[in-house]
């Protein structure tokens, strides 16, 4: 039986057991509330408590957002810990300040990159087997044995010679005065239990009966409702407001007005929207507007004739592009693409005399944390930070704007809690979009086909410069309040890792060290985004992946060679990744002729850890419209942690994908969001939707990531499959903007 009780604001989401084998997934708080019967954990570590009647608690600092991370990471203490399945539950973290949960892998308690298990995998094993090493010291105290002759199963700490069976329950208070184990003892592979099998998502069933709690879902007694504007040009702020009607309407409680937004906070949504259309406001632009999507097109350009950043370089390009056989050339271009998450942003809370409490659908809550810090003008460790389901993130509810907003607001009504909810059509005008990118590229093939050089241009803005404090101008008034609020340690990490170069802004194209290519070039440029841009899954690699793989099956076709055995040349040095197209193309059947008027494409990439390979069949009318009929995708994640979560995540990755190539773009005019709903941004229809076979090819490496590697080279197959059809070549997305009759 699966639970989510709502309590009063301070025992928001405090759960339950009240049966032996239930598991809740919920909300955790500075001081929980437990059922009698379940008496007060104890804490085993900062990731573990134990309760009398042999529950176990796992505390995660990663927030659940569809991708499974409430299991996977369960699964992963849960076997070191030979707890009883049936009696784990799971918590996000209140109090992200704690720097015990700010794990060595992960500067910031939050969810992004595909992190949480490839980068924390070891540090929560080595949490569930210091809990297990703790747990037998006490039990060989209590019953004045050895603990070499005692073993852990299932919950329980057993002794074989005497035959007893102490559960871990009885032992709870006595482990957690134990001195934790330096270096616990880890389990091999062969004893795992949970690790790498598939096992059903705890959240799923809570999605499903409707009791899961979003962001959107937070009800607090005598909670006010607010929604806000922002300037339609982003990065303006308010020049005058008049908000007589507003007031005067039933329900308003206060008009908020701030340098960036003005919020209308009322006791319900519809009559703080309504509030809102009645406000008359006066918007100041921002300095600098392109007016339309080619403009910022041409400026990218013009960066890319002037001074450029070197990324990377390997050989004399100039030289190897003058003696080569042939030299193909191209321009590509990536369009901005909205998060289009189906929960609209929101965030709670409750600003008082000395404390301030958030509620919301959080990437990064330890973020959220210094910014309702740094807002509320409370100590940090006064801020309670509540972890609810996100309905969708994608990279957009990583940044805090958001949660700046709704602290703002809730300022402004001291002692009541506020539940800030942005419009459809706010949601999508204020995004920070993935960034659009100019691409220039040449290449050149040898006399016998092999790839001799590879000169690269890349213009895109940064999105990690927005982040930090010096950001700059082209902030908008909200980014700078939660840059100016990035807790010491993720501000400290930000600034290493950005240093000249934005390191997601090459993800894909740099170190392409697998492909043999003689001399190699990457040279960059920043300019900057007349739109606020942001993290999207896959980040860097989503569109380099497909100008890198469309690029190399022109030059396959340039070689008159088979894309997936020019691939396969390239690859010989590279076992691992050629293990990966191979098992594509033999699930495809690549070798064999695809239906009568389907097509195939095919298309590799590695990041994030990760190896994907996957196989597009696509048909084009006689009118030019596509069809993506089915994708094989297989992924070498390494060690697959849960692979019912795995297989999931990669059907996901790719249904975004097809997504995204065939129709997703944001564009502008007179310096504004065109597509502010989905009647005008679309996204892929059931009845679009593709057959999604996913394939998982366990190489026995450390974990990599999931829902992230198995995106980008979905857009390059599909678009090197209409080639194959058409004879178009898709040198920009949406594909949905080109004729692709056959030529």
């Not at 979003?214 to 990065?235: E, F, H, K, N």
């Not at 406001?281 to 007016?291: G, I, N």
Request: glycine share 8%.
């Amino acid at each position: 039986m699966n639970t989510i009780v709502n309590l009063s604001r301070r025992t928001f989401l405090a759960t339950s057991a009240t049966a032996a084998a239930s598991l809740v997934l919920g909300l955790t708080v500075p001081t929980p509330t437990f059922a009698e019967d379940e008496g007060e954990p104890s804490a085993i570590n900062a990731f573990v408590s134990l309760s009398d009647d042999g529950t176990t608690t796992i505390l995660l600092n990663k927030s659940e957002m569809g991708q499974g991370i409430f299991t996977g990471i369960a699964m992963l203490v849960a076997d070191e810990l030979d707890a009883d399945w049936a009696r784990v539950r799971v918590r996000s973290i209140t109090d992200p300040h704690r720097e015990d949960y700010w794990t060595p892998s992960y500067a910031g308690v939050g969810t992004g990159g595909s992190r949480s298990i490839r980068e924390s995998w070891m540090d929560f094993r080595r949490a569930g087997a210091a809990a297990r090493d703790m747990l037998v010291t006490a039990a060989a105290q209590r019953l004045e044995v050895p603990k070499d002759r005692l073993r852990t199963e299932n919950g329980y700490v057993i002794d074989e010679e005497n035959g007893i069976r102490l559960d871990y329950g009885e032992l709870a208070s006595l482990a957690a005065e134990q001195e934790p184990p330096a270096e616990p003892t880890l389990k091999d592979a062969d004893r795992w239990k949970l690790i790498g099998h598939a096992i059903e998502q705890l959240d799923i069933p809570l999605k499903v009966n409707g009791s899961a709690v979003y962001g959107i879902d937070v009800r607090l007694s005598d909670m006010l409702v607010a929604t806000a504007m922002q300037s339609p040009v982003p990065g303006g702020t308010v020049a005058d407001v008049d908000d007589a009607r507003a007031r005067a309407m039933p329900g308003v409680a206060a008009i908020v007005r701030d340098e960036g937004f003005v919020a209308v906070v009322a006791e319900t949504y519809w009559q703080a929207r309504q509030g809102l259309e009645a406000l008359q406001v006066t918007w100041s632009a921002p300095e600098l507007v392109d007016e339309n999507t080619q403009a910022m097109m041409d400026r990218f350009a013009a960066a890319l004739d002037g001074e450029l950043i070197a990324a990377e370089g390997e050989g004399d390009t100039a030289a190897a592009l003058s003696s080569s056989g042939r030299v193909i050339e191209a321009e590509y271009q990536v369009p901005m693409i909205a998060h289009a998450c189906m929960e609209p942003l929101n965030c709670t809370a409750l600003v008082e005399a000395d404390a301030c409490t958030i509620w919301g659908p959080l990437q990064t809550p330890g973020w959220a944390q210094g910014v309702g810090a740094g807002v509320a003008g409370v100590p940090i460790e006064n801020v309670v930070v509540n972890t609810t389901f996100l309905g969708g993130g994608f990279g957009r509810k990583f940044l805090v704007d958001f949660v700046a907003q709704a602290v703002l607001i809730a300022k402004a009504v001291p002692g009541r809690p506020v539940k800030t909810v942005w419009s459809r059509e706010e949601d999508f005008a204020q995004g920070f979009f993935r960034p659009a990118a100019l691409h220039r590229i040449r290449a050149g093939l040898d006399n016998d086909g092999a790839l001799a050089v590879w000169e690269h241009r890349l213009a895109q803005p940064s999105i990690l410069h927005r982040w930090l404090p010096e950001g700059g101008a082209m902030q908008t008034p909200l980014e700078r309040v939660a840059a100016e609020s990035l807790p010491g340690p993720m501000l400290e990490a930000r600034q290493r890792s950005v240093k000249e170069i934005d390191p997601t802004i090459p993800e894909s194209i740099a170190s392409k060290t697998y492909y043999a290519i003689g001399a190699r070039s990457l040279k960059l440029a920043m300019p900057p985004s007349s739109l606020p841009v942001g993290i999207w899954r896959s980040v860097g690699s989503s569109g380099n992946a497909f100008v890198f793989e469309s690029m190399v099956d022109e030059l396959a076709h340039a070689a008159g060679e088979d894309p997936f055995r020019f691939r396969r040349r390239l690859l010989e040095a590279s076992p691992r990744h050629l293990a990966v197209l191979d098992r594509a193309a033999e699930l495809a059947g690549w070798e064999k002729p695809a239906a009568e008027g389907r097509f195939r494409g095919i298309a590799l990439d590695a990041c994030f850890g990760s190896i994907a390979a996957h196989v597009a069949e696509v048909s084009v009318s006689e009118e030019g419209l596509p069809r993506v009929h089915r994708v094989t995708a297989v992924l070498d994640c390494g060690v697959v942690v849960n692979r019912r979560a795995a297989l999931a995540q990669i059907e996901g990755a790719v249904m975004q994908g097809v997504s995204a190539a065939l129709a997703e773009a944001i564009t502008l005019e007179e310096g504004r969001v065109v597509e502010t709903n989905f009647d005008r941004y679309r996204v892929l229809t059931l009845a679009e939707a593709p057959v999604v076979e996913a394939h998982l090819l366990e190489s026995g490496e450390a974990p990599g990531g999931v829902g992230e590697p198995a995106l980008p080279p979905v857009a390059p197959a599909v678009c090197n499959a209409i080639f194959a059809a058409t004879g178009v070549r898709v040198r920009s997305l949406p594909i949905s903007q080109h004729d692709l009759r056959r030529v």
